[in-house]
């Protein structure tokens, strides 16, 4: 299906997480050497501006990232995130949202890849306009879960995969945990960045609990659910998935729990689903 359009929910506490998580991965990485690979498989536009009136009919941003670019402290989990954002708005008022893209264009160096897929036609097309021609991004209009087996391993050996499918269809979720078993095979030491919506706490934790079945081991999760306490919400938060966590990034992760949750440990926590 190609109904979603991410431009709706840009800059909601599910971005917030999803990005947050993103940007402290990726900057582990970066504490070696050796180059990487960035592979994104639902990348959306890129980059978009709130002042969209798509954006501005939902809204979502307000109580979701302009809660944090508003605060009067950040959080130093939020901060590299913080630190993106205000460079995409350097006169200091919130008017652009960076993708998962521009982040990963933040934030790579020169010697890395970013493999970028979107099936939307629309969508792809605004990213090729913003990110074709670079050095070192490949940009494919395809679905990514019949794509990604064609990149991993990569040549690299080393790298992250962000899998952010919409689940407009529910047969999405067996889709994921398919996808991942299958990447996993061929590359055991990738990192994976997986999210998923929290439409109830059981549902999430039957999805969290058959990805453990997959035998994958280091499976680490974060969930922040805001809304947890609000009866009439649809969406009740939302959860990361990492396979194969960086060093100390669960550390990190308790830190970004810390600031996400305000205090309160049933809006946002960490565990570990599958041990080291």
């Excluded at 010697?111 to 090729?128: I, K, S, Y």
């Amino acid at each position: 299906m190609l109904g979603y359009r991410h431009i709706f929910h840009a800059g909601n506490h599910a971005d917030v997480l999803k990005h947050a998580v993103l940007t402290l991965t990726l900057q582990a990485l970066l504490r070696k050497e050796k180059p990487f690979v960035y592979i994104d498989t639902h990348a959306g536009a890129g980059l978009y501006p709130l002042d969209d009136p798509r954006a501005q009919r939902t809204a979502e941003y307000v109580a979701g990232i302009a809660r944090w670019w508003e605060a009067p402290a950040t959080s130093p989990a939020l901060a590299p995130l913080m630190d993106i954002l205000r460079a995409e708005n350097p006169d200091g008022e919130l008017r652009r949202y960076p993708g998962s893209p521009s982040i990963a264009r933040h934030l790579l160096r020169p010697e890395d890849r970013m493999v970028l897929f979107e099936l939307h036609p629309a969508d792809h097309q605004t990213l090729v306009e913003g990110f074709g021609g670079s050095a070192g991004v490949r940009i494919e209009q395809v679905d990514a879960f019949a794509r990604l087996k064609a990149y991993v391993p990569p040549q690299e050996r080393r790298g992250v995969v962000l899998i952010d499918p919409p689940y407009e269809l529910k047969s999405d979720y067996a889709k994921v945990v398919e996808m991942i078993a299958d990447a996993h095979r061929r590359w055991a030491t990738g990192v994976f960045l997986l999210w998923y919506p929290v439409l109830s706490k059981l549902a999430a934790q039957r999805f969290v609990e058959r990805l453990a079945s997959t035998g994958i081991p280091r499976q680490l999760c974060i969930e922040y659910l805001p809304f947890i306490d609000d009866a009439a919400a649809n969406l009740l938060g939302s959860g990361m998935l990492i396979i194969n966590p960086p060093f100390k990034l669960d550390a990190a992760l308790a830190d970004l729990a810390k600031a996400l949750g305000e205090g309160a440990a049933s809006h946002c926590r960490v565990r570990w689903t599958v041990p080291e």
